[in-house]
């Protein structure tokens, strides 16, 4: 097989597709489905996933996240989880002693839905309300852009401050500078102290519509309010992404330990890390992956049918041109790879259609839908290449069918 | 296989084994006396020098449990240069002959040579190999591709020779102004006349520069006029050295060539020199 005779079965490939232009064209269309339903599926879930990604990334460098609950996506914690004993500040003082080789920072995070927040005569929805330490900074990587944070003296005496974040502002102050000023949160007066920086969108949820207060003050308040109102979780910030999964095991030891799990049995609370979550969304997308893949290979396969028939139509209708053919010295191997070589040509023009139409189709969805999409190389790579194998693979039985026919017959057809 | 069918006979163990009045005795070498008696050359070892050698060919069609000769035992040979025709009645055996002689086929016995190869073992590429090298075909119906153009159509072999492209043009392109079609060479069969597309065909079958030009029935789809200028370029080619075989059921086309196998009931009836 030279490269002559895979130009010359190209040649007379393009020439039979342009010669039977409705019946290739609805062959190529078949593929192009297949391959369409492969590239739109790959590219939903890839952007799905570079969506995700970029969101965990979002939440600052390589923190782990500990809380009572088992890491969820959204996923409201279930009854077990919610009669487990809480995770204390004391517990966040033990790790942070024990696993201080391996962490850098520690912050305990009491959180709620604050029911009313008010200044003067204006009142925003529903900000999330934290109660926090001065080591939250640092630690998530969010600091404040005027004013100042959450101090010793505020922990220690417990004084009624309030950083507030963006949309907070906004809402409160769109013409006055808030520091100084005071707003009464559930209808106790705080002072503000400071202002976040922005801090963006997590999930499509904005985190500036936050409002930050020292820990021993939200406790003053709210401490006897049950979860899931009020959740307590510890954030942690190892040295660098190498010391993750140490920190991680050494936190799930200390609190084993201080929770008294016995040797065998469950954890009864939640540590993640950036990580862990992705390992967890991959597992919970492979599933989804292996299901839209599934579908993908049944409709290449029918459109790999379709290839299969129109090339039996083709053989047959071309069985004096395969006379020819060999009489002039056309040996088997010649006449299989002139068919196999059509039928590729036929899928791969399936495949080019299709992945045109995938692309278009993820470009339309990044414009006019929320939902992410996204083509990496890869997949237009395997597009082609998995278009070309459905040629081979259904373009071979009708090939080794003309290979094998007997010259004098094929001549002898009309 | 319809003309094979008017012969259709019960087998006989004899017929088999392909000793008939008509077949001549065969040595140990696997040639026939009377070859041997007319003074034929043997290049080594038993193999004949002539261009194509026929010993003892039978085709025998098995249809069920019939059995039908379509040749039986037939011997000739056709030395290089001959203007030979094949002529019979349909139904005769000539149009399996010519297949075998083409190597489209091969006999259910005997030995068959082309240039000193022996063609009757030869398994379906070698044949097609040989197709390629030593056979010109030029058919009654043509059988020209009908998408492609009279330069490609001649190119054909050659792609099979794997010619390179250049030099595939360039004797295409030489093998068609011989047969006087320099001017046709972009068009396609149904833009040309009946004895144009004999030409392109005839083209086609001198471009390998092959040992035998095979020609079945080449004026039978063609007037007379035409007839006749395919006829006076088979005369041409010969006068230039080629070995023409002509299969053919009419007469007037036989009376051209310079020697004529006459075929009957799959046997030759008789081989004359007439020029």
Known sequence: MSFDDIKESAAMAVSTVRANKLRSALTILGVGIGVVTLTFMVSIIQGLNKAFAEQIESLGSNTIFVSKFDPSFGRPPNNEELHRKDITVEDAEAIRTEAAENIDSVAPIRRKIAAGLRYADKETDTPILFGVTPEYEYTLSQYVERGRFVTENDMRGRENVAILAQDVVRALFPNEDPIGKEIKIEGSPFRVVGVMETLGNFFGQSRDNSVFIPLPTFDKYWRDIEPPLVVFFIILRPHTRAHVPPAMDQITDVLRRRRQVPAGAKNNFGVSSQDSLLDFYNQLTGATWLVLTAISFVALMIGGIGVMNIMLVSVTERTKEIGIRKAVGATRANILWQFLIEAVVLTGLGGVAGLAVGELASVLMNAYSPLPAFVPLWAILVGVGISASVGIVFGLWPAWKAARLDPIEALRYE | ?275
């Open chain 2, 1 to 275: 296989m319809s003309e094979a069918l008017l012969e259709m006979e019960s087998p006989t163990t004899e017929e088999a084994n392909g000793v008939t009045e008509e077949t001549s005795i065969v040595n140990g070498n696997g040639l026939d006396a009377e070859a041997l008696e007319r003074g034929d050359l043997l290049a080594h070892d038993g193999v004949p020098a002539a261009l194509i050698s026929m010993r003892d060919i039978w085709r025998t069609y098995e249809m069920g449990t019939e059995k039908l000769h379509a040749l039986r035992g037939v011997s000739f040979d056709v030395q290089r240069g001959e203007y030979l025709a094949i002529i019979g009645p349909s139904g005769s055996g000539k149009s399996t002959l010519m297949n075998l002689i083409g190597c489209l086929d091969t006999p259910s016995q005997g030995r068959y040579w082309i240039n000193s190869k022996l063609v009757s073992e030869m398994e379906d590429d070698e044949l097609a190999r040989i197709r390629n090298q030593e056979i010109g075909f030029v058919f009654q119906t043509f059988n020209l591709l009908a998408r492609a153009t009279a330069l490609h159509n001649v190119e054909l072999p050659l792609i099979y020779a794997g010619v390179s492209a250049a030099d595939r043009h360039e004797r295409a392109q030489r093998s068609l102004r011989a047969v006087e079609l320099g001017d046709r060479m972009t068009h396609r069969p149904n833009e040309l006349s009946g004895g144009q597309r004999q030409r392109v065909a005839i083209a086609r079958a001198l471009v390998n520069n092959p040992s035998i030009l095979l020609a079945d029935e080449p004026t039978g789809a063609l007037d007379s006029k035409t007839s006749i200028e395919i006829m006076n370029l088979f005369e041409k080619l010969h006068s230039e050295g080629n070995t023409i075989i002509v299969v053919t059921h009419e007469h007037d086309i036989a009376a051209r060539a310079h020697r004529v196998i006459s075929i009957r009931d799959g046997n030759i009836e008789s081989d004359e020199r007439i020029k």
